[in-house]
């Protein structure tokens, strides 16, 4: 059974930064391609980062040169370094597997306010 289980959200001010934790089971995350994507209130889910299971990392153009999506093989666990974060950037952030609609974790709130 897959399971994603996504943590590090939280409040933050402007300018500050957060990184987000998917921890994978059941699946290998070095040999899957991984996700975040985010959905802010009243606005449909958006792809926010990718990473292949060859290592190339995509971004929307909303973060990029902000946000870095990386893998760490070991624990078989994507990461989202989020910096520089805009209250825009407020959403509910989601761990996916496979780029499908197959696979999700539960989500992480993440608030940009002042």
């Known amino acids: 059974q897959v399971q994603l289980v996504e943590s590090g959200g939280g409040l933050v001010q402007p300018g500050g930064s957060l990184r987000l934790t998917c921890a994978a089971s059941?699946?290998?995350?070095?040999?899957?391609?991984m996700a975040w994507y985010r959905q802010a209130p009243g606005k449909q889910r958006e792809l926010a980062a990718t990473?292949?299971?060859?290592?190339?990392?995509n971004y929307a153009d909303s973060v990029k040169g902000r946000f870095t999506i990386s893998r760490d093989n070991a624990k078989n666990t994507v990461y989202l370094q989020m910096n520089s974060l805009k209250p825009e950037d407020t959403a509910v952030y989601y761990c996916?597997?496979?780029?499908?609609?197959?696979?999700w974790g539960q989500g992480t709130q993440v608030t940009v306010s002042s």
């Open positions: 059941g699946i290998i995350t070095r040999f899957t391609d």
């Open positions: 990473i292949t299971s060859g290592g190339t990392t």
């Open positions: 996916n597997a496979g780029l499908t609609n197959r696979f």
